[in-house]
């Protein structure tokens, strides 16, 4: 893989948004690879499809690319239409997503990683204010996509801090989620919100107790149910049955670390 953009690609563009368009769709086209299928390359969609900027031929999984240049990427992405957005990531055929963090200074990639699409719920997508009277799409609505509420799990990288990781991990980590593809839109939001609890405690060894230190933060956002512990549990086991919790001892668990 080719972390150097080809900048002859951007030769005619006079732009900034322009050229950094041009250089990432470009990069993404010749060195990415299909992570769901593992197939090289991925094709391109037409311009302006709503979401969607490539699919893979072999196991026609679409994706869309977001890119940002600096030394991060930063927790919240700016995106296009809320109700586009929303609208999509509903669907039965809702993208999953590409971020590309890239040096403007020497045209390399810094980061890029994959975020599936089965970890894109309604929760993760912040609605921003419309625009003003005054503008020429006075009372549009844009959103951002806020990536702190993305667990480890479903930050899959490709390339991290400028180093290439081996495909086959890649493959392995994804997969290793695969299973939330099958359950339906809210249910994933509880696995979810239990993944990103887990995150938030250092080590790789936990308690129920600390857990149930989110019992409170879980009430507020699901207030209408009245057996959260229950719950929480409920979703410590089922991670546990899908191999990314160990059970140690009564009210014990162990991280399982995905490559």
């Not at 844009?142 to 993305?150: A, F, H, P, Q, R």
Request: aromatic share 12%.
């Amino acid at each position: 893989m080719n972390l150097n953009f080809d900048v002859r690609k951007a030769d005619g563009y006079s732009s900034n948004s322009q050229i950094a368009r041009v250089l990432t769709e470009n990069w993404v086209k010749e060195n990415s690879f299909c992570p769901n299928c593992g197939h090289f390359h991925l094709s391109e969609f037409e311009n302006n499809r709503p979401v969607a900027d490539f699919f893979c031929k072999n196991c026609s999984e679409e994706y869309e690319l977001k890119s940002k240049g600096g030394n991060r990427l930063g927790e919240k992405i700016m995106d296009g239409a809320y109700s586009t957005m929303i609208e999509r990531i509903n669907s039965a055929n809702n993208p999953s997503f590409f971020f590309l963090n890239y040096n403007r200074n020497n045209w390399s990639v810094n980061n890029f990683l994959m975020i599936p699409k089965h970890y894109f719920v309604p929760e993760i997508i912040i609605k921003r204010k419309p625009l003003a009277v005054t503008a020429r799409r006075a009372g549009w609505v844009g959103c951002n996509i806020d990536l702190s509420k993305i667990p480890e799990s479903g930050r899959i990288f490709i390339v991290k801090d400028s180093k290439e990781i081996p495909k086959n991990k890649v493959e392995i980590k994804l997969q290793s989620t695969s299973f939330l593809r099958s359950q339906k839109l809210d249910s994933r939001g509880w696995i979810m919100d239990i993944m990103n609890c887990i995150d938030k405690i250092q080590g790789d060894n936990f308690t129920l107790e600390q857990m149930y230190a989110f019992e409170n933060k879980l009430r507020v956002k699901y207030p209408e149910n009245n057996h959260i512990k229950d719950k929480i549990r409920q979703q410590l086991q089922y991670l546990r049955d899908k191999g990314l919790l160990e059970f140690t001892s009564r009210g014990n668990y162990k991280k399982i670390k995905i490559l």
